[in-house]
């Protein structure tokens, strides 16, 4: 379904809702036009598409250190996670970036917010950082026929045409044959997703 967490307040469906701290998680609302009053002090909205990353991310209060609202929504994002998403963006004013596994799944549900309305900005997990950050081939899973066709198909699309680095980035995968779940991160260490990898992304404005 999917989870918010961070600083955000909104009313819903008459009631006014507020994020309370970890591990109590509130669910993204299915009804967008029951949803009004969005109030934060937040400066970025971040969505991440694996739920162990989101976990990890709210356990270790990502949010209160770069001041923004989690998203977690499952890949590929269902529509009205995609609408709630527009939503806060257009009403709070904020920039959405995006997280998730280096896969063509992750790449499809970071075009389902562009297709509807909500350019994001992609942080990672992406195949060319895999290298630096010295992740072993053990920790990468080889891609199914179906993850090659979803990734080929994404190359024709014109939201993805539209973003070089995002095809140049799928490239990789289709050339590589290989995609990584965040997961595999904990190899490295189990705090290096939430304190060093993502840390230096949000302060280097590694996206695209």
């Not at 923004?68 to 590929?76: F, Q």
Request: aromatic content about 10%; hydrophobic content about 45%.
């Amino acid at each position: 379904m999917g989870s918010i967490a961070g600083d955000l307040r909104f009313r819903y469906e008459g009631s006014m809702m507020h994020l309370t701290p970890f591990p109590v998680l509130l669910g993204i609302p299915l009804q967008i036009e029951y949803v009004s009053d969005m109030e934060s002090k937040a400066k970025y909205i971040l969505l991440c598409g694996n739920q162990s990353g989101f976990i990890q991310l709210a356990k270790d209060k990502f949010d209160d250190t770069f001041s923004c609202i989690l998203v977690y929504t499952e890949e590929p994002a269902a529509y009205w996670a995609v609408d709630f998403v527009k939503k806060m963006k257009e009403d709070l004013g904020l920039p959405v970036l995006a997280v998730g596994d280096s896969s063509p799944l992750a790449v499809k549900s970071f075009s389902n917010f562009v297709a509807g309305g909500c350019d994001i900005k992609w942080l990672g997990l992406r195949p060319s950082d895999l290298e630096s950050i010295g992740l072993s081939k053990g920790c990468m899973l080889v891609m199914r026929k179906a993850d090659l066709k979803l990734a080929q198909h994404l190359l024709e699309e014109d939201i993805v045409k539209e973003k070089p680095e995002w095809v140049k980035e799928l490239k990789i995968m289709v050339n590589t044959q290989r995609k990584v779940e965040i997961e595999a991160l904990f190899s490295i260490a189990c705090s290096f997703f939430p304190r060093d990898y993502l840390p230096r992304k949000m302060t280097q404005q590694d996206w695209i």
